[in-house]
């Protein structure tokens, strides 16, 4: 739990929330609550901030201020009080907080207030059905997607493929629904070179859960060209972790579908990850690589032997017998079965 001291000033910034406070008082007050919360991470702060009142504070100033500062700050507190805390998210959407994070997504908003809203609905679908499921029923993907138009700052697009990405993991409905809003081709803009790295690995991630297990998104994906785009990302001088992001999208891209393992072959896929695994970047992006090509081999004959011939089964024999986990061994193991 919070300590004493801590939780009189907590109780003391929400009150400070309240609509007779002054916009100027409101602001400062949401800014403290977000940098303790991110500062402090730890669940006691953040159920206490819930049991002192503070999420219908901080959703009722959402709604109720005109001020861009303030809705900032309150969004930014929303977001870092739901990381990680099943009981605040639960409470954010019980109080209407959905639906209010959703409406700072429209045109005209500014900028920094959109950026920290699709966050904080990050942050709420994180782990969270209900959550998932109250977004796609209050329509929340179309204005996440309209967030990754060209021109919108970097941060807002990081934020929005974010709460994509969360959206459709472990939920099938949702990756329907965000590929039928047209949320494939925004998310594979953005895996371009200029692009920073830290939106190409969330846009590479967002893509890896929208084709998890989903043929028509799989497909989408070919054909809005995101499979070169994807393998591009994996060469040398990319970063370690938007290359394992990479290789984990073209993973599920090509999981039982023979049509993506003929693009990925014809690409330079093969070569591109087997030279993952020669480098050794990292035993992540190396678990990563061989799970992809584990998959890009699954019955397929001609990229079997595209493997051979690019020394893949070297490298990964070198990765089995390395030092490292049994998790990352096993992954070597399977691969290596899928070029017998």
């Given at each position: 739990?919070?300590?004493?001291?801590?939780?009189?000033?907590?109780?003391?910034?929400?009150?400070?929330l309240?609509?007779d406070?002054s916009?100027?008082?409101?602001q400062e007050?949401?800014?403290?609550?977000?940098?303790?919360?991110?500062?402090t991470p730890e669940?006691?702060?953040?159920?206490?901030?819930?049991?002192?009142?503070?999420?219908?504070?901080?959703?009722?100033?959402?709604?109720?201020?005109?001020?861009a500062a303030?809705?900032?700050?309150?969004?930014?507190?929303?977001?870092?009080l739901?990381?990680?805390?099943?009981?605040n998210?639960?409470?954010?959407?019980?109080?209407g907080?959905?639906?209010t994070?959703?409406?700072?997504?429209?045109?005209?908003?500014?900028?920094?207030v959109?950026e920290?809203?699709?966050?904080?609905l990050?942050?709420l679908?994180?782990?969270n059905g209900?959550?998932?499921?109250?977004?796609r029923?209050?329509?929340?993907?179309?204005?996440?997607?309209?967030?990754l138009?060209?021109?919108?700052?970097?941060?807002?697009?990081?934020?929005?493929a974010?709460?994509l990405?969360?959206l459709?993991?472990?939920?099938?409905?949702n990756?329907?629904?965000?590929g039928?809003c047209?949320?494939?081709?925004?998310?594979?803009r953005?895996?371009?070179?200029?692009?920073?790295a830290a939106?190409?690995?969330?846009?590479?991630t967002a893509l890896?859960n929208?084709c998890?297990?989903n043929t028509?998104?799989q497909?989408?994906?070919?054909?809005?060209?995101?499979?070169?785009a994807l393998v591009?990302?994996?060469?040398?001088?990319?970063?370690a972790?938007?290359q394992?992001d990479?290789?984990s999208a073209?993973?599920?891209?090509?999981?039982?579908?023979?049509?993506?393992?003929?693009?990925i072959?014809?690409?330079g896929?093969?070569?591109a990850?087997?030279?993952?695994?020669?480098?050794g970047?990292?035993?992540a992006?190396?678990?990563?690589?061989?799970t992809?090509l584990?998959?890009?081999?699954?019955?397929?004959?001609?990229?079997?032997?595209?493997?051979?011939e690019?020394?893949?089964?070297?490298?990964?024999?070198?990765?089995?017998?390395?030092?490292?986990?049994l998790?990352l061994?096993?992954?070597?193991?399977?691969?290596?079965?899928?070029?017998?």
């Amino acid at each position: 739990m919070a300590h004493g001291g801590a939780r009189r000033r907590v109780a003391a910034l929400v009150r400070l929330l309240a609509p007779d406070c002054s916009a100027a008082a409101q602001q400062e007050a949401a800014h403290e609550l977000a940098l303790l919360l991110l500062c402090t991470p730890e669940s006691g702060n953040k159920d206490y901030v819930r049991e002192c009142g503070g999420v219908p504070a901080l959703v009722g100033l959402l709604a109720s201020s005109g001020s861009a500062a303030v809705c900032a700050q309150a969004t930014a507190a929303l977001g870092y009080l739901c990381w990680d805390n099943m009981q605040n998210q639960d409470s954010v959407r019980e109080c209407g907080g959905i639906r209010t994070l959703l409406g700072l997504l429209a045109p005209g908003i500014h900028d920094a207030v959109q950026e920290m809203a699709a966050k904080a609905l990050g942050h709420l679908c994180a782990g969270n059905g209900q959550n998932k499921d109250s977004v796609r029923e209050c329509g929340g993907a179309p204005a996440l997607i309209a967030l990754l138009a060209p021109g919108n700052p970097a941060a807002v697009h990081e934020n929005a493929a974010s709460a994509l990405r969360a959206l459709c993991r472990s939920n099938p409905e949702n990756r329907n629904y965000v590929g039928q809003c047209g949320g494939v081709a925004p998310l594979v803009r953005l895996l371009a070179p200029g692009t920073s790295a830290a939106v190409q690995g969330t846009a590479a991630t967002a893509l890896a859960n929208i084709c998890c297990k989903n043929t028509q998104n799989q497909d989408c994906i070919r054909e809005c060209g995101g499979v070169p785009a994807l393998v591009g990302l994996l060469a040398p001088g990319t970063c370690a972790a938007v290359q394992g992001d990479a290789a984990s999208a073209l993973t599920n891209l090509c999981c039982c579908n023979s049509q993506n393992q003929d693009c990925i072959g014809e690409c330079g896929g093969i070569p591109a990850l087997v030279g993952l695994l020669a480098r050794g970047v990292s035993p992540a992006v190396s678990e990563m690589a061989a799970t992809a090509l584990t998959n890009i081999c699954e019955s397929h004959t001609k990229n079997q032997v595209c493997v051979k011939e690019c020394r893949g089964r070297a490298a990964l024999i070198r990765l089995q017998a390395r030092g490292g986990s049994l998790y990352l061994k096993d992954i070597a193991a399977k691969a290596l079965h899928n070029l017998l």
